[in-house]
């Protein structure tokens, strides 16, 4: 038995699993798809004959070890007889060149059907070198038995739609089909009783290829109903890779002011100020818009932060690629001439230097790290190596801000005594005192509260570390790569691997210096806020930050002999009644992030991104304040924090043992910093805020981007 069929009209639909029947289904329908082969579930069912079997439930004892067992024995099971030779045969005839890079996406039985979407569940491997699709091939057959699975299938057992899924009789497949880059990639959906298609790119903008995928879904809908599909586009000409029933998410009501700025294409910033912006906080946001580029443009919309992308105008002149060495050093001097904590500057000379600061550090810095990062993964897929497997351990256990926060919290939980805590207390304020729980100039930082970051670091249980280990891996991560090459380009290798994980370095430390900058205009606000009240026109200094922002500025100047004050205490009381009421009625209706994601096609489960690897199984946290407490009981289950964003400068004082993050990605600060502590994370987790409640019971599997409910 082959165990491999070409994928057409005469394959067996019953053997193939769900994606490649859909791209028999697009190919009947006359649309335009890759070349393809499907690996039969016969394969799976030969790899898994006498290998452990699976639980039927994550709460059985033993369960996770069952299951990684399972998967363990999959991954050495032999192939068969011939299988080796076969799937090579068959590549050459899909695409024989030696530059020929394919895709390896999982086909499972469930997938694509209108009752259990299955979507997310399983793994796909893309861009690959010939070399490199049969160990792809194992690994996308061995995400059939993750915790993940047996999850789902168990939440599908308790429903009563009466399916009778189980995880273990899974017909599972593979397809393989020639990698179809484009210049645009997206996904497109249509529910013509409805209204209008929905087409999204994930990447690049299908202009010209509009149309046709437009007139693809009318087609299709005609057959299939409402239809959900993936696409690929080169100009006008358009590639289908993937069809699925659209299941319309549940949305959320949106602020109208929500519903303009996602027309005009402008996005919540949640994963950075998931409240509303105070008046001060805001006339910085509009401050930097006007005066910065950075190719990012900001405004506050219905009270919430948004932002929208600013590509520079054709013709513009393109600034000299930096090094991500070079320019975080040059900031770093810049901060350091300029933002002495005890420094005495008037309003204007503050934010003078907060423009100048913020300038290279978002315009210059950040994108340098993006093009490191870009160049490392440029420089592995050019040499036929996959980098997705790879950059996770190439970029890690890098010194950084972040890790010397979490350095600092585990030293003081292991202080010997008073007088250590103390001293690791100082240090910790002395290197991060400026900063605060929130991206807001109007919340105190840690110097400001010393007695509150004592008592979180006092609460927070030490976490591991994984430095030894961690150095080991990357190191040995980097040889295996070094290897692999031709001695030609070792040199360059190693250049791009330093400048990549000096950009990883950076997208840590860009928070402490921002915060540096926003702490030296706090403190000329809060010198303004006291002349203020002095006068009689503030009831204390804070109130300084309920008022906008520009007048403020000409208070400031007017009061050092600039010209006459004109601020009353009644306009004062009126502007601050206004500000704090128009914050109380944001936070009864921030944006919906019900868009940012597809919606679970199941209650209790939640799909995102792995931010961190790795499986726990513990009680829900809600995590919906800034500034909120958790106080862990040592005796309980382990703790999974559920936020809709968390800020790196209060990860290293939350203790949990998974984190679960509505917004964000992979190389965000949150998956950075669950990967340090070596807990799993699951980032754009779209929904899990109103999925779960406090003290549910959840699997977190990181590696496959999942948050299971299984009480």
């Not at 649309?31 to 799976?44: H, K, N, S």
């Not at 068969?80 to 076969?86: M, N, R, V, Y």
């Not at 509150?452 to 030490?462: E, G, I, M, N, T």
């Not at 999925?691 to 977190?700: H, I, K, P, S």
Request: hydrophobic share 45%; glycine share 8%; net charge negative.
């Amino acid at each position: 038995m082959s165990f491999i069929v070409q994928l057409d009209r005469n394959a067996p639909a019953e053997e193939i699993g769900g994606k490649a029947r859909s791209l028999v289904k697009l190919a009947a329908a006359g649309l335009p798809v890759p070349p393809a082969i499907a690996v039969t579930t016969e394969l799976f069912s030969e790899m898994r004959a006498g290998g452990p079997p699976l639980p039927t439930t994550l709460a059985a004892p033993g369960a996770l070890a069952a299951i990684e067992s399972a998967a363990r024995a999959l991954r050495e099971a032999p192939w068969p007889a011939g299988f080796a030779e076969t799937l090579a045969h068959a590549l050459a005839a899909l695409d024989g060149r030696a530059q020929a890079r394919f895709v390896v996406r999982s086909s499972a039985a469930i997938e694509d059907r209108p009752d259990a979407l299955g979507a997310g569940l399983f793994l796909s491997r893309l861009d690959l070198p010939a070399a490199e699709v049969e160990p792809a091939l194992r690994e996308v057959l061995a995400s059939a038995l993750a915790p993940g699975v047996v999850a789902y299938f168990a939440r599908r057992s308790l429903s009563t739609d009466g399916l009778g899924f189980a995880a273990e009789g899974l017909g599972f497949a593979a397809l393989i089909h020639p990698f179809v880059a484009g210049d645009a990639a997206g996904t497109a959906a249509l529910d013509s009783s409805h209204g209008a298609p929905v087409i999204e790119a994930h990447q690049g903008e299908p202009a010209a290829a509009r149309a046709r995928i437009q007139d693809a879904l009318a087609r299709l809908t005609v057959t299939h109903g409402p239809v959900e599909v993936e696409w690929a586009a080169t100009g006008y000409e358009v590639t289908f890779l993937q069809m699925r029933p659209y299941r319309r998410p549940a949305r959320a009501r949106l602020a109208a002011v929500n519903q303009i700025g996602l027309h005009l294409g402008w996005h919540w910033d949640a994963a950075h100020n998931p409240l509303p912006l105070s008046p001060a906080q805001a006339g910085l946001v509009a401050l930097v818009d006007r005066q910065c580029d950075t190719g990012l443009r900001q405004q506050t919309l219905g009270g919430y932060l948004f932002y929208a992308h600013a590509p520079r105008p054709a013709g513009a002149t393109r600034r000299a690629p930096t090094s991500v060495t070079e320019a975080l050093a040059a900031l770093r001097a810049l901060c350091d001439a300029r933002l002495a904590p005890q420094a005495t500057v008037s309003l204007d000379e503050a934010l003078e230097t907060f423009l100048a600061i913020y300038q290279p550090l978002f315009g210059v810095v950040q994108p340098a790290a993006r093009a490191a990062r870009k160049a490392l993964t440029d420089f592995l897929q050019r040499h036929g190596l996959d980098p997705t497997p790879r950059l996770p351990r190439l970029l890690a256990a890098v010194p950084s801000a972040a890790r010397a926060r979490a350095e600092l919290s585990r030293a003081f939980t292991q202080a010997a005594d008073p007088a250590a805590q103390a001293a690791v207390h100082a240090a910790y304020l002395k290197r991060f005192g400026d900063e605060s729980p929130c991206w807001d100039v109007a919340v105190p930082t840690w110097r400001e509260t010393s007695v509150r970051l004592a008592a979180k670091l006092a609460a927070k249980p030490a976490v591991r570390s994984d430095r030894d280990s961690g150095d080991d891996d990357w190191r040995a991560a980097a040889d295996s790569v070094g290897a692999a090459l031709p001695p030609s380009a070792r040199p360059e290798w190693s250049d791009l691997l330093a400048e990549a994980r000096a950009a990883v370095a950076a997208s840590e430390d860009d928070d402490a210096l921002y915060a540096r900058a926003q702490a030296h205009v706090r403190r000329a606000l809060l010198r303004e806020g006291s002349r203020l009240a002095a006068r009689g026109l503030l009831g204390h200094a804070d109130e300084i930050f309920w008022l906008p922002l520009d007048r403020v500025r000409r208070e400031a100047r007017q009061g050092g002999g600039l010209g006459e004050a004109t601020l009353t205490r009644e306009d004062a009381a009126r502007l601050i009644d206004e500000a704090r009421r128009a914050d109380a009625d944001a936070r009864k209706a921030p944006p919906s992030l019900a868009d940012a994601g597809r919606a679970a096609d199941m209650p209790g489960l939640v799909r995102g991104r792995s931010g961190a690897g790795g499986v726990c199984i513990g009680r829900v946290k809600l995590w919906t304040e800034a500034d909120a407490d958790v106080d862990p009981d040592p005796d309980a289950e382990p703790l999974v924090i559920v936020a809709r964003t968390i800020l790196p400068t209060e990860l290293p004082l939350i203790a949990a043992a998974a984190l679960v993050v509505e917004t964000g990605g992979p190389l965000d600060h949150v998956a950075a910093q669950a990967r340090e502590r070596g807990i799993p994370a699951v980032v754009g987790a779209s929904g899990a805020l109103a999925a779960f409640e406090d003290g549910d019971r959840v699997l977190v599997d990181g590696d496959a981007g999942l948050v299971a409910r299984i009480d």
